[in-house]
C-alpha cells in the first residue's frame, strides 16, 4: 500500500474502505473552496482539528468548501465535515490571518500585472534572454557547456564539416547516414535543397554553440548567392534534428537575395525554436555581398496533417515540439483541442528554457477523463554539454534536476488526463506541495537518456482547485536511481492570494531570531565565487546564496546553523522559465539553495583538506522529504534561509552531512526540507 503524509498525516491516496471520512477545517474566509484539499489529506486520520488557516500548498491557503468535495480515485469519497463554533480560532489570530491574506492578494495583483508584461514582450520576436551567449567551462576533459537558454538539439552527431559527397547524400534524403543520429517512428521527407539544385561544395564547418552562441556553419558555394543561404541554413537544422518534430515534414524557406557566384557563405544562427513550427533564423553574409541578408528555414508538415498528441510522430504520444508548446505557446497543439483555451492566459505549463528537463512520452496507459489512475513512461536526455552540468558544484548532475525531472514527468500526464477541464472557465495554477525521494545509486548522468516511469494514483476535483497524488521511478540504461512519491494541486487566482504558510500565518521566527546572543561568523560565498579557480563552486544560473552566517555548535541539534538571505531581483533568469505567464522561483532551486548553503560550510570547516581530489555528490539510500506551503514572486523582497545540521558521517565514500532546512518569504515561512544529505568525498574515475 501506498501512503503519503501530508502536513505530518499520514493517507493512502489509494483509499481503503475502512478509511475514516475526511474533516474540512473552518476558515474565516467562506468564499475559499480550498479546504476540502485538507480532507483528503487527512482521510485516515481520527477526529483531530488542527487549527484553522493552515495553507495547503505551494502558495495556496486552506478555507472551508462551499460545497461537499468529490474525489475521483480508487474507492476515496470525501464530503465537508462542519466543525462547530466553539473551535474556532479567537479574535486575534483572525486578525493576523486577514493581515497576511490581504497581503498576498495585492502581491498576486502586482504579479498579474508583471505577467501582462511578461506576456506583451513573449508576442514581439527577439533573441534569446536572461544569460549571456557564453559557453560555461567545466571539469577537465568534458565538453564545455551550454548556455541556459540556449535550444537542446533533437539529435547529436559527431559530424563538423561535410564534403561534396556528404552534401549530395543529405540531397538525396540520406540524413541519418550522413549524420548517424536515429528516432523511432520518423518518416521525414526533408532533405538539402530540394527545391533546387545543390549549389554547396563544401562545409567546412558546423559549430553547433558558434557565432553568438546559436549556432554557425561556413560553407563553400557556386551557383546561387540565395540558394547557398538556404542551403546553409538547412544544413544547420538537418544537423539539430529540427525535422524529426514532425513526420513527413519538409523545408519552407524565406530569404531575399539572388543572384550567381563563387565564394563562401557564413550562416549565424540568430534564432532555433521549436514554436509555432521547427525554425531557425539567421544571418547569411555571402563573398562579394555587403549586406547580409535574413533567412529562415522553417519544418513544416504535409498539408492536413495532424500535428496534436499522437499524429505529430507515429507511435508517440509526445515529443519536444509537445512539450515547448506546453511551456509557451498552443496549449491546443501540445495537449490536445480541450486545451486551446489555455493558450495565452495563465494555465498548468512546463518550464521553459533549460528549466524543461522532459522530452517525450513513450508510453501512456490511461485516457483522457480518466483520473483515477494511469501509468507511463517518458524520457528525458541529459548531453554532457547541459549547461547545469557547467554550473553545478556536483561532480554529476545536480540535485534540483533529479526533482524537477522526476516532477515534471509526474505532473505532464496528470495534467494529459484532464483534471483542470472538471472546471471550465477556471484559472488553475499548478503547484507541487511536496514529496519524499530517494537516490538508490550513484550514477553519473552525463550523455545518458533518463526514462521515467510514474503512475498517477488518484485525482481529488474540489471546488476551485484539485489534487493529485504519484509515484515515480528514475532509471537509466535500465536500472532504477532514483525513487520517489509526490503531490500537485491546482489552485485558483483566490486560493493562491490566500497563502498563509507552513505555520497557519503566525509568525515563526528563525533559529538566530530565538538566539540573538548567539556568536556568528560569516562565510563569503560571492568573493570565493568571483575566484575563477575557486573549485567545489556553484556558479552562472546556479549562483543562489552570496553569504552565510554560520552559528558552530549552534541549530535544533547543536551541531551547527546556518543562515542566508538573499534579494530576489525581479529580472532574475528563472522567472522566465518558470512558469510562462506564473512566474515564481522553482521549489527545487529553494531546496538546491540549502543544498549550497551546506556545501560551503563542509568546505569552509576542512572536510576536504585530507581528500587530494575532492568531488560532491548526491548520497545514496538516504530519504527525504520536502513541503512547499507558499510561493516565491518576483514581487517579494527576499529568500531568506537556515538549515540545521543534523548528523556527520564518515565512510568509505567520504563525509556525508544531514541537515533540515527551511525558507522564508518575508513574514512567512514557505519551504520545509527534512534529511536532506550531501556527500563529499575523493573523485572515482567515471565509467
Not at 553547433?208 to 538556404?230: I, P, Y
Not at 555587403?290 to 492536413?304: H, I, L, S, Y
Not at 532574475?572 to 522553482?586: E, G, K, N, S, T
Request: hydrophobic share 45%.
Amino acid at each position: 500500500m501506498t501512503v503519503l503524509e501530508f502536513d505530518g498525516v499520514p493517507f493512502d491516496p489509494i483509499g481503503t474502505a475502512s478509511a475514516a471520512p475526511p474533516v474540512v477545517r473552518p476558515t474565516h474566509d467562506a468564499t475559499t473552496a480550498t479546504a476540502a484539499v485538507q480532507a483528503v489529506a487527512d482521510q485516515a486520520a481520527d477526529a483531530a482539528v488542527a487549527a484553522p488557516g493552515e495553507s495547503v500548498g505551494h502558495g495556496v491557503a486552506t478555507g472551508v468548501a462551499a460545497a461537499p468535495a468529490q474525489s475521483v480515485g480508487r474507492g476515496v469519497t470525501t464530503g465537508a465535515v462542519a466543525v462547530p463554533a466553539a473551535q474556532r480560532v479567537p479574535g486575534p489570530l483572525t486578525e493576523i490571518r486577514s493581515g497576511v491574506v490581504a497581503a498576498h492578494r495585492a502581491a498576486l495583483t502586482a504579479q498579474v500585472a508583471l505577467q501582462r508584461a511578461v506576456w506583451q514582450r513573449m508576442l514581439r520576436v527577439q533573441a534569446p534572454v536572461a544569460a549571456e551567449p557564453t559557453i560555461a567551462a567545466v571539469a577537465p576533459g568534458i565538453a564545455a557547456c551550454a548556455p541556459e537558454w540556449a535550444l537542446k538539439p533533437l539529435a547529436r552527431t559527431a559530424r563538423t564539416s561535410l564534403d561534396g559527397a556528404a552534401l549530395r547524400r543529405l540531397a538525396e534524403g540520406d540524413v541519418t547516414g550522413v549524420f548517424g543520429y536515429r528516432r523511432s517512428g520518423i518518416d521525414s521527407a526533408a532533405r538539402l535543397a530540394a527545391t533546387g539544385p545543390l549549389v554547396l561544395t563544401e562545409v567546412a564547418a558546423i559549430e553547433l554553440r558558434g557565432g553568438t552562441g546559436s549556432g554557425r556553419v561556413v560553407a563553400h558555394f557556386d551557383g546561387d548567392m540565395r540558394a547557398a543561404a538556404v542551403q546553409a541554413a538547412e544544413v544547420f537544422a538537418l544537423f539539430t534534428g529540427l525535422q524529426l518534430c514532425l513526420s513527413g515534414s519538409t523545408f519552407v524557406s524565406e530569404p531575399e537575395i539572388s543572384e550567381s557566384a563563387s565564394g563562401t557563405v557564413e550562416f549565424v544562427v540568430t534564432e532555433i525554436d521549436l514554436v509555432p513550427r521547427p525554425h531557425v533564423t539567421g544571418t547569411a553574409t555571402v563573398t562579394g555581398v555587403a549586406r547580409p541578408q535574413q533567412v529562415t528555414v522553417t519544418v513544416v508538415e504535409p498539408a492536413g496533417t495532424g500535428v496534436g498528441p499522437g499524429a505529430a510522430v507515429s507511435d508517440m504520444l509526445l515529443n519536444e515540439f509537445h512539450m515547448t508548446h506546453l511551456a509557451r505557446g498552443d496549449q491546443g497543439i501540445a495537449m490536445g483541442p480541450e486545451f486551446a483555451g489555455y493558450t495565452g492566459v495563465r494555465a498548468t505549463r512546463l518550464p521553459t528554457g533549460g528549466l524543461l528537463l522532459v522530452d517525450r512520452v513513450v508510453e501512456f496507459d490511461g485516457a483522457r477523463g480518466r483520473l483515477d489512475g494511469a501509468s507511463y513512461r517518458t524520457e528525458y536526455d541529459a548531453p554532457a554539454d547541459s549547461w547545469y552540468y557547467g554550473d553545478t558544484a556536483n561532480e554529476s548532475m545536480p540535485h534540483f534536476v533529479y526533482m524537477e525531472t522526476s516532477l515534471q514527468a509526474a505532473l505532464l500526464m496528470g495534467y494529459y488526463a484532464g483534471p483542470t477541464l472538471t472546471q471550465p472557465g477556471v484559472t488553475l495554477s499548478l503547484r507541487n506541495l511536496g514529496g519524499t525521494a530517494t537516490v538508490l545509486r550513484r550514477v553519473d548522468l552525463r550523455d545518458k537518456t533518463i526514462e521515467q516511469t510514474s503512475r498517477l494514483l488518484s485525482t481529488t476535483i474540489l471546488p476551485g482547485s484539485s489534487l493529485q497524488n504519484f509515484d515515480y521511478t528514475l532509471s537509466v540504461d535500465g536500472e532504477p536511481f532514483y525513487t520517489g512519491e509526490t503531490m500537485f494541486g491546482y489552485f485558483s487566482d483566490e486560493a493562491l492570494a490566500n497563502q498563509t504558510g507552513l505555520d497557519a500565518g503566525r509568525d515563526a521566527p528563525t533559529w538566530l531570531d530565538e538566539h540573538p546572543a548567539a556568536t556568528v561568523r560569516t562565510i563569503d560565498v560571492a568573493a570565493r565565487r568571483a575566484d575563477p579557480d575557486a573549485q567545489l563552486c556553484a556558479r552562472r544560473t546556479l549562483a543562489l546564496i552570496d553569504r552565510i552566517d554560520v552559528v558552530d555548535g549552534g541549530g535544533k541539534y547543536s551541531a551547527g546553523y546556518l543562515h542566508s538571505l538573499r534579494e530576489i531581483d525581479p529580472s532574475d533568469w528563472y522567472f522566465a522559465r518558470h512558469f510562462h505567464l506564473d512566474p515564481v522561483i522553482p521549489g527545487s532551486l529553494g531546496v538546491e539553495s540549502v543544498i549550497h548553503a551546506v556545501q560551503e560550510w563542509m568546505l569552509d570547516a576542512g572536510f576536504a583538506d585530507t581528500i587530494s581530489d575532492p568531488v560532491f555528490r548526491i548520497p545514496s539510500d538516504i530519504a527525504f522529504s520536502w513541503r512547499y506551503r507558499g510561493q516565491f514572486l518576483p514581487t517579494d523582497a527576499t529568500v531568506r534561509l537556515e538549515a540545521h545540521i543534523k548528523e556527520i558521517r564518515r565512510g568509505a565514500h567520504g563525509v556525508t552531512v544531514i541537515a533540515d532546512g527551511s525558507l522564508w518569504k518575508p513574514g512567512l515561512r514557505i519551504y520545509e526540507v527534512i534529511d536532506l544529505a550531501i556527500e563529499l568525498g575523493e573523485r572515482e574515475d567515471r565509467p
